[in-house]
């Protein structure tokens, strides 16, 4: 009988807890990822994204709704996410189809947001065009006097993403490029594993 394999997001949990224990000037941002998504003809994008929490349902991570990145999901709810811990020389990729999370979700994570960032997420029209100089301090200026004196809501516009894996891929360095490379495919309830060349 053989054995079942072990799971790919306790794996990541272990990897992601050893990159936040290294200095802060070896690695500065260890939850930064790049996320790829594509648009509804296939045509593919990339940026770097903060994740904001793993665990057994999937990665997740906070946007404007009206930004390039939630209307590509929204017409293609599939992305990619690629890890890379330079002094553990160690990195992950993740595919996976995507859900936007709970409002109550998202509700406490923006409650956890400094000020700044939260007036932030009201004041910028993401991936829009800037029209003239000092715009969005304006936007800034304008909403640090709407909810001066009480909390900042999280704006109707704003939420999260959950990144729930499919196939998760771990690659380590070797000498010579005879890297290690263990590929994670999601197999009915559990996970298959296959070792790949490198």
């Known amino acids: 009988m053989t054995q079942p394999a072990p799971d790919p997001i306790e794996l990541f ?38 994740l904001k929490g793993v665990d057994v349902r999937g990665f997740t991570f906070y946007t404007n709704m009206e930004s390039r990145k939630a209307r ?60 003239r100089p000092g715009e969005l301090e304006d936007r800034v200026v304008r909403y640090e006097a709407e909810f001066e004196g009480r909390d900042v809501p999280r704006p109707p516009h704003w939420s999260g993403f959950r990144v729930t894996p499919l196939r998760m891929e771990f690659w380590r360095n070797r000498a010579n490029r005879l890297h290690d490379r263990v590929l994670f495919t999601r197999d009915g309830g559990g996970w298959r594993a296959e070792t790949l060349y490198p």
């Open 72 to 131: 590509e999901l929204a017409a293609n709810p599939a992305a990619a996410l690629c890890f890379y811990w330079f002094p553990l020389d160690v990195q992950v990729r993740v595919e996976g189809s995507v859900t936007q999370v709970a409002d109550e979700e998202a509700d406490e994570y923006f409650a956890t947001r400094p000020r700044g960032s939260q007036l932030g997420a009201w004041a910028s029209s993401q991936s829009r065009v800037i029209t």
């Open 13 to 50: 949990i272990e990897l992601y807890a050893q990159a936040r224990k290294l200095d802060p000037l070896v690695i500065r941002e260890p939850n930064a990822m790049t996320l790829a998504t594509a648009d509804e003809e296939g045509r593919p994008s990339a940026r770097l994204v903060l």
